[in-house]
């Protein structure tokens, strides 16, 4: 079939602003990804065209844009995912909420430090085992935040979120889910602290809890719920 | 052009598995910083799914020596004994530093490291399957990747996150850093270091049909070759049996460890005639030569180029009950074991692999070359091991060789923690003796020239033409089985796009900023390189051993190849020797190799 196609383009070096770019692709299979579409439009017809991809596959988090309105990871969208007629038309922009560099890729950094900032990292309650092996932890215990171990900090979240558009000052839905990651693990020691930094001005509170985070998740985490178990610590003072 | 100079003990080049393990340790020690062209979590390690090799025994009776022989046995003997020895003993360490670092492994009842089957791995008195792979669900890549994240967030290691590297500085034949582009503004950096280590992943982009993420285009190898320094088994190039049909992502042998099986177009469960006694579960490079057997014998499934490897419960039950085994699966349980394979199977081809079969084909995966090194992570100049003062490899890019002619599945994995560290502490110990060397004068002259003669190129040819051309003749005549002729028209092809590309490229973008375009093409330049090593060493090797199988020598070859290939750059042309000897201090002497 034959594919319309209207990106989003911005050149810092070139132009003053940003402009939408037409394409238009034949011999496309209804189970082509979107992102071999891009590809297509760089490589055979405009090799200015700029976006980030690696793993192709959903897993790496690098191709975060909006398909006709929505976040998606362009390499998980088949086109028969999107309805279109013979001639209809993909529209692709960056993600909202983050400074566009060109095209469709956009600024990372700002995301990345929200991610930073709330201690991201184990902080083990216990000290080592004695036995020279690993801790122990149960599979219930283990099941608690499996869901949020599976963020691959792609920022659809975190970039669908009207509290984050109207402040980037707000940590974001991606940040908050991998806190919980660390809150909820029984061999952790810095609740706590994490709870304090989530209560603070820019965290939780912000979460007007308007879901647009959860069905962005590439990953299908539940954010929103994530966020709701947050939230729910920080009044019980604690996991 | 402006040139902003860094300095720094040690500089990492790549941030998956290998690089931060490495750099974790390196930064205790030295001032260390780390240069990747994707953010560290973008890094192919993320998408390791079935496990981590280490002998645990968590679950079943199980000992280090067992791993090290099967990883042998595994490389068709043409692993270094003495690596799988170091990988075999510290992977059971490694596992546990993973654990203690954060990482949520799946737990036994009793809380311990949950562990499975995993092909080539087992018993070695009843040659039965062990339980020795270590996984997070069928994301165990993802999990390790986001721990040493996390480690290095909080041990404040130094990034420099989309930094391409594109030349090593050496002044005297003394390594003395690198240079990087910094996508984003496309100025040139020079990181002057006391050591450099390269960790930047496999290069499956040049076949057609891989698991490899578009970024595994092998720049690592391709910068080291160009310094004048040789590669080692850059024939043995790994392709994994279940790559999901027509994508060729990945589909983890872990589908199999849960008890799925494959079945040809008759209904067979074809492996029982090509592996009697561990059937699907045979080492990578035997069942991908039986699935393309199966293919070329008519029984693909509807007379295509797939097979299915079915893992619905009921047949799953009904081969465990054959075998006399207690166990048995359900859906849940399926799902719970392979949520993302479930993911991908749905996303990709809108079917639920409870409820129907997967359609799968061999898919270009892993790199058991690479850059030689010994057994502390330090580049070799020669077979007869010398080595390169302050240059340092781990990960998929090095050689060690840790699994010879073909890896065993999850032993990756184990490779990036145990010489990682073994990178990490090398570079550390070396940066506290060692001195700067100086910076050769104008030490980005060369290679910026070069870049900016490829971003004016204006001849006809886009990359993508050359790209797709080379990775079609790869995997017509490089893939699972060679022969002469092929491998000459694969050369002959190779080289005419190597002179297209010097003379008739053309770049669009002329820009400074995120020049993707650019960068592509600078990557085709290296996977070029690489095609044309890989063909020709292929040639020189007239056997067949693990990945390498040549229709024209169809038997393994002791007297004469029992020895690893080096290839040495020579005055522009590729020379090969095969001078550097395999390790035999385990004792084990080569075997016909039966499953
Ligand atoms: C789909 C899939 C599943 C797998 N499953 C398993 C498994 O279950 N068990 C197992 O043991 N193994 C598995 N493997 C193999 C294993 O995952 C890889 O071999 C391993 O992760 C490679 O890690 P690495 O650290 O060497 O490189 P990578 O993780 O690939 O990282 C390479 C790094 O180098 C950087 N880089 C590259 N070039 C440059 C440059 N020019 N300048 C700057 N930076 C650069 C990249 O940005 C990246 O950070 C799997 C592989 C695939 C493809
Ligand atoms: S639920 Fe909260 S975090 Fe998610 S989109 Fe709404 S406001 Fe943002
Ligand atoms: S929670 Fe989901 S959408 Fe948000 S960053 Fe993680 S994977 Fe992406
Ligand atoms: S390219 Fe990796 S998630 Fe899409």
């Excluded at chain 2, 008519?298 to 797939?306: A, F, L, Q, T």
């Excluded at chain 2, 991908?344 to 892993?366: E, N, R, V």
């Excluded at chain 2, 190779?494 to 590309?501: A, D, G, Q």
């Excluded at chain 2, 590729?574 to 190799?593: C, F, K, N, T």
Aim: proline share 5%.
């Amino acid at each position: 079939m034959k594919v319309k196609f209207r990106i989003r383009r911005f050149n810092p070096e070139v132009d003053k602003k940003p402009y939408w770019g037409e394409y238009t692709l034949d011999n496309v299979e209804p189970t082509d990804r979107v992102l071999e579409l891009l590809h297509r439009v760089k490589w055979e017809q405009d090799g200015t065209l700029t976006l980030r991809r690696s793993c192709a596959h959903g897993v790496c988090g690098s191709d975060a844009v909006r398909i006709n309105g929505v976040n998606k990871l362009a390499c998980k969208v088949l086109v028969k995912s999107l309805n279109l007629k013979d001639g209809g038309q993909i529209q692709v922009e960056p993600i909202l909420g983050l400074p566009v560099v060109k095209d469709l890729v956009v600024d990372f950094e700002p995301f990345f430090d929200h991610y930073r900032s709330v201690m991201p990292y184990f902080v083990p309650a216990t000290p080592l085992p004695g036995d020279g092996r690993e801790r122990r932890q149960s599979p219930e215990d283990r099941a608690r935040f499996d869901d949020t171990t599976k963020c691959i900090l792609c920022a659809c979240c975190t970039t669908s979120c009207p509290s984050f558009w109207a402040s980037g000052q707000y940590v974001g839905p991606a940040a908050i889910v991998n806190a919980h990651r660390f809150i909820f693990d029984t061999r952790d020691g810095a609740t706590q602290e994490r709870l304090n930094i989530l209560s603070e001005e820019s965290g939780v509170w912000r979460c007007r809890t308007i879901f647009n985070c959860t069905p962005a998740c590439p990953r299908e985490i539940e954010v929103t719920r994530a966020i709701g178990e947050v939230k729910l610590a920080i009044q019980r003072g604690g996991r | 052009m402006d040139v902003q100079t860094h300095q720094f003990d040690v500089v990492v080049v790549g941030a998956g598995g290998a690089g931060m393990m490495a750099a974790l340790y390196a930064s205790r020690g030295a001032k260390t910083a780390v240069i990747s062209k994707l953010y560290p979590t973008r890094s192919h390690t993320g998408t390791a799914q079935g496990g981590i090799g280490a002998a645990l025994a968590n679950l079943d009776e199980d000992h280090w020596e067992w791993h090290a022989f099967d990883t042998v046995k595994g490389g068709d003997y043409l692993t270094d004994q003495n690596a799988a020895e170091t990988l075999a003993r510290e992977a059971i360490d490694a596992v546990i530093e993973l654990e203690l670092m954060g990482l949520p492994f799946d737990r036994n009842p009793d809380g311990t490291i949950s562990q499975r089957r995993f092909g080539g791995h087992t018993n070695n008195q009843t040659k039965k399957p062990v339980r020795r792979a270590c996984h997070a669900a069928d994301r165990t890549g993802h999990m390790i990747l986001q721990t040493l994240y996390q480690n290095c967030i909080k041990e404040k290691v130094t990034f420099f996150d989309e930094y391409h590297a594109i030349d090593i500085i050496t002044n005297d034949g003394k390594v003395c850093g690198i240079v990087a582009v910094c996508i984003d503004t496309g100025e040139i950096h020079v990181f002057h270091a006391k050591a450099v280590c390269f960790a930047t992943g496999g290069w499956g982009r040049i076949w057609e049909t891989t698991s490899n993420a578009h970024s595994l285009t092998g720049d690592g190898p391709a910068l080291v070759w160009r310094a004048g320094l040789p590669l080692q088994d850059m024939e043995f190039f790994q392709f994994h049996p279940t790559g999901l049909y027509p994508v060729g992502l990945l589909i983890t042998e872990a589908v199999r460890g849960e008890g799925g099986v494959l079945i040809n177009d008759k209904g067979e469960r074809f492996m029982e005639r090509y592996a009697p006694t561990i059937k699907d579960l045979a080492s990578r490079d035997v069942v991908a030569r039986s699935i393309y057997l199966e293919v070329q014998a008519g029984r693909g499934i509807g007379g295509k180029r797939y097979v299915h490897l079915d893992v619905r419960p009921e047949t799953v039950n009904r081969y465990l009950a054959e075998a006399g085994e207690d166990r048995r699966v359900d859906a849940d349980y399926i799902l719970s074991k392979l949520p993302d394979i479930t993911d991908f199977c749905h996303t990709y081809l809108g079917i639920d692999p409870t409820k129907s079969p997967i359609p799968i084909q061999p898919t270009a995966h892993y790199g058991m070359g690479g850059i030689p090194t010994n057994l502390h992570a330090e580049v070799l100049n020669s077979g007869t091991g010398t080595v390169v003062p302050g240059l340092y490899a781990a990960g998929e890019v090095a050689c060690v060789s840790v699994h010879g002619a073909n890896r065993l599945g999850t032993n990756s994995l184990t490779d990036l923690i145990v010489f990682g560290r073994k990178a990490g502490k090398a570079m550390a110990d070396y940066a506290r003796q060692a001195d700067f060397v100086p910076l050769p004068a104008n030490p980005a002259g060369k290679i910026v020239a070069e870049i900016e003669g490829l971003r004016k190129s204006s001849g006809k040819t886009k990359p993508y033409v050359l790209r797709q051309e080379m990775q079609k003749v790869m995997m017509d005549h490089v893939s699972v089985f060679r022969e002469a002729p092929g491998l000459q028209k694969a050369l002959d092809t190779v080289r005419e796009l190597k002179s297209r590309y010097q003379n008739d490229l053309v770049i669009e973008d002329r820009g400074m900023r995120f020049n993707t375009d650019l960068l592509e093409a600078w990557e085709l330049g290296c996977m070029l390189d690489l095609a044309e090593i890989t063909t020709v060493s292929a040639m020189e090797r007239k056997e067949s051993r693990g990945g390498h199988s040549r229709e024209d020598y169809p038997k393994r070859d002791d007297v004469n190849y029992l020895v690893h290939t080096m290839a040495y750059p020579e005055k522009g042309q590729i020379r090969i020797a095969h001078d550097r000897p395999v390790d035999l201090s385990l004792g084990y002497q080569p075997a016909e190799r039966v499953y």
